[in-house]
């Protein structure tokens, strides 16, 4: 009989946590959900700066241009291929770098919302997560 009020025991623990996870990911949810509607991204083609030196968005390109046509050369050559690759990196990293996030106004009391959501839901997950509900007893 013990061992039966046991498992029930057990049980409604593990649905406890389940829940208090699951409540967790929705309140982290909704805080980032709230975050991410007051930041606008916008973007524009800056290029890459090197050191003390800007690079044009124009020249990014070179690399690829030049491992396409090595490549058209000399196909079976190691080297184009990593030009190729190369390139396209440099430019998708170029695309990257030139994306700006901006937050949009909000007043205190949205912030103080979103992040207690965020803090909360973050605190839940992790309870659920690290605590082992046999030490608790």
């Known amino acids: 009989m013990e061992e039966k009020q046991n498992e029930v025991k057990e049980r409604r623990i593990q649905a406890s946590e389940a829940g208090e996870f699951m409540i967790g990911i ?19 083609w800056y290029g890459l700066s090197f050191g003390g030196f800007n690079v044009s968005s124009g020249v990014v390109t070179i690399p690829l241009i030049l491992g396409v046509i090595w490549h058209t050369i000399t196909p079976k050559r190691f080297a184009p291929k990593l030009l190729i690759v190369l390139g396209t990196l440099f430019i998708v ?7 700006r996030l901006t937050m949009i106004s909000a007043t205190l ?3 103080i919302v979103m992040f207690f959501l965020m803090a909360i839901g973050t605190g839940l997950i992790i309870k659920t997560v690290f605590t082992n509900p046999k030490e608790e007893k």
């Open 93 to 99: 990293v170029s695309i990257i770098m030139s994306v």
């Open 109 to 111: 009391f949205e912030y």
């Open 26 to 44: 929705l309140l982290l949810a909704a805080g980032l959900f709230m975050l991410a509607n007051k930041v606008r991204v916008s973007t524009g």
